[in-house]
């Protein structure tokens, strides 16, 4: 980690509100620091109401660039001069790249959605998935499955109908995915619909650090031996939600990878190198680890 950072130390950060759970600047100071990089990240807490103030700040500063969280993923792509064609398909920024001249939107989430569940491809693939949440990190999660990992039904699970609608329109008119249900998560059929999928992905910040005891769904008639289930949560390492459906045969996924293999994306993109990620990665482990 740098410890004395001086007039020629390239600056990073987050914008997010709240800010103050990430590990972002563990994971690319830790990564600087084993590079021998003059880098700094810095956690910034900025308000919804001050983000447009706060992107000005980069270009006047000459902030290299920052990874964008809740609640500003879909809010800054306006804002912005330009928007990678991922990242504008899906109505969601988490990196921007200051190059001195234009503020420019990409969206990591995606690769790291994708090399998290590439493992499982072919169990994915021709089978009925199941997505909780509507925001940035589900819209990266449909992304990638209506692309790459091809199943052959999606079901949007919310907890307002209204939601999920809203993102099933998104991709039919965005993309021409027809095979999308719009389902409300209190319904008692939803179960079912739990039940029939290979892969359960939860969008949620639900169950997330400082609030671990919240859970979205326990019920055991939901999960099985044969699903994947996958929660973008990283703190905890296993949610509540995870030791349930782990508790009934599913195989688990935290969100752990994602969010390190996100962030080797953004990582590259502001310096040209590739991030340590084994390195990172037990870093940021232990730390999560001896915080539980």
Aim: glycine share 8%; no cysteine; net charge negative.
């Amino acid at each position: 980690m740098v410890i004395q950072p001086s007039s020629t130390t390239r600056v990073v950060g987050i914008f997010g509100h709240p800010i103050s759970h990430t590990y972002s600047p563990l994971i690319h100071n830790s990564a600087f620091s084993e590079l021998g990089l003059d880098f700094l990240y810095l956690p910034f807490d900025v308000h919804p109401q001050n983000l447009k103030s706060a992107l000005r700040g980069l270009t006047a500063l000459g902030i290299v660039g920052v990874n964008i969280t809740i609640p500003h993923k879909e809010n800054v792509i306006p804002l912005l001069d330009d928007v990678v064609n991922e990242a504008r398909a899906i109505g969601a920024v988490n990196t921007i790249v200051n190059d001195g001249e234009k503020l420019r939107g990409y969206n990591t989430d995606i690769i790291g959605v994708f090399e998290t569940l590439r493992p499982y491809a072919e169990e994915i693939e021709g089978r009925e998935v199941a997505i909780i949440g509507s925001g940035g990190g589900a819209r990266a999660v449909m992304y990638v499955l209506v692309h790459q990992l091809k199943p052959r039904y999606i079901h949007i699970v919310h907890p307002d109908i209204e939601y999920a609608i809203t993102l099933r329109k998104f991709f039919l008119d965005n993309f021409g995915f027809k095979n999308i249900a719009a389902v409300d998560l209190y319904m008692p059929a939803t179960v079912s619909k739990f039940n029939g999928s290979a892969l359960i992905v939860n969008a949620t910040p639900v169950g997330m650090f400082p609030k671990i005891d919240e859970s979205l769904l326990e019920i055991p008639e939901a999960f099985h031996s044969q699903q994947i289930v996958f929660d973008l949560i990283y703190n905890p390492i296993k949610t509540k939600f995870l030791r349930f459906a782990e508790s009934q045969g599913a195989r688990v996924i935290g969100g752990l990878d994602m969010l390190l293999h996100q962030a080797a994306k953004s990582f590259e993109l502001w310096t040209s190198q590739p991030m340590p990620l084994e390195k990172v990665r037990s870093v940021l482990h232990n730390a999560i680890a001896k915080a539980e």
